[in-house]
């Protein structure tokens, strides 16, 4: 008993001596009144960058996410990541202003001329990627002549092409797409963090690489950067990552490569295996042994059928599986094209006086963003063949009533389209119509008014589907609007057709719109 209680003594020091090793934060003043004056903090990062930081379903996760979150608590900031960039955008909108943090961003001396650095807060070992079949290689100078892939943007480029100009070097959007070009022969190698690169290979299937050898790189070293003028935040956080404790950082790491690990092999389930197997095997054998010389040949025959018809099975499945892959890829980079287009006619709407030509760039865009809305909702989903409606609406009016939200009007939208799924045929084309009714009921529809109302109505019959638009604006001339020459008529009345129906327009109290096309 007695010794029982000396060691939960012994214990509960440790304990203490943990708790008490790590210090209270002491911001200074200045720190303080700066915490205060920025409650919310936007950052960019490279979203697709597993197991360090990554964006999924909504949410900015991944190892880095972690220490973001011990940031959050220590200061009471809330840390918001600006979703949708590459690390190439990121490093240009902290280049141009527009972002003052990211919380992994490589040290060069050009960067140095904007940006700020933390000391390391994380380390991870470089290696070199090769497919399987490859020559053998000790490292990077192996590598003299053949191919290396990496990301653009990545600081190791300018590293590799002063220390080895004969290599050849071709760049990716992101290190999935250069594992994939290394894995289909596009390229011979990639050079990386040993953490991502394990990431992928485990987690994707990508059964014909390897990690070929280490590199004389060293380690990647990850440190918070921020804009010179945020150079206050930055002792902030020198200050909090320095207080994180050697235990607190090694669970964050173990955490995410346990996660890793799980999709590899478990040791002791193939060693189970392989007993089972041996086993069956003897058993099998000594059956066959019994049996006469035509039943072995008519057992032989049939399990040479059985084994064909599982090969011919796993390559149906392996091949569905590439083509989901190829259209949630498809939708991805669509997406990601109209984006580019967006922000191009958001810069270019920028750079323009004349306040007519504003509003058609501006126009332009809320249409590009009506159309890549629906291959966001595609490359979520898992289903690439329907739209949920519902959801497309809502993420369409969140984006026209942002365009034109107006401080002095409140204006409900109410939405009614439960359980209506549509192709991408006929999602575009009414997404489209909502994204010209809308734009036109927030522009006139509510003049005068402190108030109003929009309601959107589609509903699934037996044999059609049901549209209504209706809002309780100051009305209009229901000749002058058929016969108006203007861009947002036409575009209802071609799409409308491209849907096989007939708007039919009303002055009801308001504009009224409704019809009716096939499923």
């Not at 304990?15 to 915490?35: C, H, N, P, R, Y």
């Not at 001396?109 to 079949?133: C, E, G, I, K, W």
């Not at 006469?292 to 049939?302: A, E, G, P, S, V």
């Not at 010209?436 to 037996?462: C, D, H, P, R, V």
Request: net charge neutral; with cysteine.
């Amino acid at each position: 008993m007695i010794k029982k209680k000396f060691f939960l003594s012994i214990l509960m020091l440790f304990s203490l001596g943990q708790v008490m090793a790590q210090e209270v934060i002491v911001f200074t003043d200045i720190e303080k009144k700066w915490i205060k004056e920025h409650p919310v903090v936007y950052f960019g990062y490279d979203s697709n960058w597993p197991p360090f930081e990554f964006y999924t379903e909504g949410k900015y996760t991944g190892m880095i996410a972690e220490y973001i979150e011990i940031i959050e608590k220590e200061t009471g900031i809330d840390m918001i990541p600006v979703a949708d960039l590459t690390y190439t955008e990121t490093l240009d909108k902290l280049e141009n202003g527009e972002l003052h943090v990211a919380p992994m961003i490589g040290i060069t001396d050009y960067r140095q001329t904007f940006l700020d650095f933390t000391s390391p807060y994380l380390t991870d070992p470089q290696v070199v990627v090769t497919r399987n079949n490859f020559k053998f290689i000790n490292g990077i100078s192996d590598l003299k002549g053949d191919v290396i892939t990496q990301p653009i943007g990545y600081k190791r480029i300018n590293v590799l092409k002063k220390e080895f100009p004969s290599i050849k070097i071709i760049t990716t959007n992101d290190v999935k797409e250069c594992l994939s070009a290394v894995s289909s022969g596009q390229a011979d190698a990639f050079v990386g963090s040993l953490s991502v690169v394990s990431y992928y290979i485990n987690d994707f299937g990508l059964s014909n690489l390897k990690i070929a050898s280490s590199t004389h790189l060293g380690d990647i070293k990850f440190r918070l950067a921020v804009t010179k003028d945020w150079y206050v935040f930055r002792d902030i956080v020198e200050k909090i990552f320095s207080n994180i404790s050697q235990q607190q950082r090694n669970e964050i790491r173990n955490n995410w490569i346990s996660i890793r690990y799980e999709h590899g092999i478990d040791k002791r389930q193939v060693r189970n295996y392989i007993i089972f197997g041996v086993f069956a095997f003897l058993l099998l054998g000594l059956f066959f042994f019994i049996w006469n010389k035509t039943l072995r040949k008519q057992i032989k025959i049939r399990n040479r059928i059985e084994g064909e018809l599982r090969v011919s099975l796993s390559l149906i499945n392996d091949k569905n599986k590439e083509k989901d892959t190829l259209l949630k890829e498809i939708h991805h980079r669509v997406k990601n094209n109209l984006q580019m287009i967006h922000s191009m006619l958001n810069m270019q709407s920028r750079q323009v006086d004349n306040e007519y030509t504003r509003q058609v760039l501006s126009q332009g865009k809320s249409r590009i963003k009506a159309i890549s809305l629906v291959h966001q909702l595609l490359y979520q989903s898992d289903d690439f063949n329907e739209i949920n409606i519902q959801d497309y609406v809502n993420s369409l009016k969140e984006n026209v009533s942002s365009i034109y939200k107006s401080e002095v009007k409140s204006i409900e939208i109410c939405v009614m389209a439960n359980d209506v799924s549509l192709n991408i045929d006929k999602a575009i084309p009414l997404g489209l119509i909502l994204n010209e009714l809308l734009t036109n009921s927030y522009k006139y529809a509510f003049e005068g008014k402190n108030s109003g109302s929009i309601y959107i109505n589609i509903e699934k019959n037996e044999s059609n589907y049901s549209f209504a638009y209706k809002d309780d604006g100051v009305g209009f001339d229901v000749n002058s609007l058929i016969v108006s020459d203007s861009l947002g008529m036409n575009l209802i009345t071609r799409l409308s057709h491209q849907l096989g129906a007939t708007p039919i327009f009303k002055n009801n109290n308001g504009l009224e719109l409704s019809f009716d096309f096939e499923i």
